[in-house]
């Protein structure tokens, strides 16, 4: 079955970030995964591109940096600002694949000075979804980019070192979850989209938004998990709904902080006592401890 699409208007939002990047503020959007970042990143690009006349560069994806250089480089070259010298005086009436071409045998290191030189100087707005992590080798780089442009950027939050130095060069915007209303008129149309059987359809969909908690990823989960089930859905499924949703998102992070403490200071404990046995397992608890918490965070960015 097609996935059915919607986008809720959030145009308060939207409306903040067009109005700080046409007086030349460059915007971070900043959220949980799952909280609308990106769909945001597309209204105001399509708000930009339809009433402005300033070129507008949107790179969907920017965690990976040389694909970003080259992308960034593409949509400069199709509106004939891509200047590097080594493709000579033919330049503008050289066809993508032959820039790629020559372009993806050099460094990133001779890439990069290029494509700010091409932006610098030409009025673009920059717009960076999922730039979650940058290396501190390009940090020099993604701050020459905020200097020469105006930036929007989407990320999951400040967490990494590099994002947190590029945080200063740009108003820093946090998306929220859903309004009660957003939420219900998503989870409607979801409804009817998906042609929703259920012996109680009003029990159904006030279960399910309280087990999405106003995040609209979760909303989609949880009404395709429902598809997925086919016939229909009892009163038995429909309970069952905010226990299944409060698992996937509990925050484990007290959690596994609360559960590291404690060996270590059992073994504190052990040492003062003189119980040599009881400070070895407790040592080896807190290993195995700190084994599954990378586990448990490794899993949780790859479900993000």
């Known amino acids: 079955m097609k996935r059915p699409s919607k986008i809720v208007p959030r145009d308060d939002l939207v409306d903040e970030v067009v109005k700080r990047v046409l007086k030349d503020q460059s ?4 959220a949980s995964d799952g909280f609308g970042k990106s769909t945001i990143i597309q209204e105001v690009v399509d708000e930009l591109e339809d009433r402005h006349d300033r070129l507008v560069i949107f790179c969907q994806e920017s965690t990976q940096f040389k694909p970003l250089l080259l992308d960034i480089a593409e949509q400069l070259h199709e509106h004939g600002l891509f200047a590097w010298d080594q493709l000579g005086e033919d330049a503008g009436d050289m066809e993508w ?5 020559k372009l993806d045998r050099v460094s990133v290191v001779e890439v990069a000075p290029v494509v700010i ?3 610098e ?4 707005i920059l717009v960076l979804d999922h730039l979650e992590t940058v290396r501190a080798t390009y940090q020099k780089f993604f701050a020459r980019l905020f200097e020469v442009a105006t930036v929007v950027s989407a990320s999951d939050g400040f967490s990494n070192a590099q994002i947190k130095k590029l945080r200063s060069y740009a108003r820093a915007v946090e998306v929220p979850k859903f309004t009660a209303e957003q939420a219900e008129e998503l989870s409607d149309f979801l409804f009817q989209s998906y042609g929703i059987n259920t012996v109680n359809e009003d029990s159904f969909k006030q279960h399910l938004l309280r087990a999405a ?3 609209p990823k979760k909303i989609r989960q949880l009404y395709e998990d429902a598809v997925s089930e086919g016939g229909l859905l009892g009163m038995d499924y429909i309970r069952g709904l905010r226990a299944q949703a409060g698992r996937e998102y509990m925050n484990m992070g007290w959690l596994l902080l609360v559960l590291l403490a404690m060996p270590m200071v059992a073994r504190i404990i052990a040492v003062g006592s ?3 046995d009881a400070f070895i397992a407790f040592g ?3 290993a195995f401890g700190f084994v599954m918490r990378y586990l448990v965070y490794k899993g949780s960015r790859g479900t993000s």
Not at 27 to 30: E, G, H, N, T
Not at 97 to 101: L, M, S
Not at 121 to 124: A, F, L, T
Request: hydrophobic share 45%; aromatic share 8%; no cysteine.
């Open 274 to 276: 003189g119980d040599r």
């Open 117 to 119: 030189q091409s932006v």
């Open 27 to 30: 915007v971070w959007l900043s």
């Open 121 to 124: 100087g030409n009025d673009i």
């Open 284 to 286: 080896i608890l807190s």
């Open 213 to 215: 908690d106003g995040i």
């Open 97 to 101: 694949p032959k820039v790629f071409a």
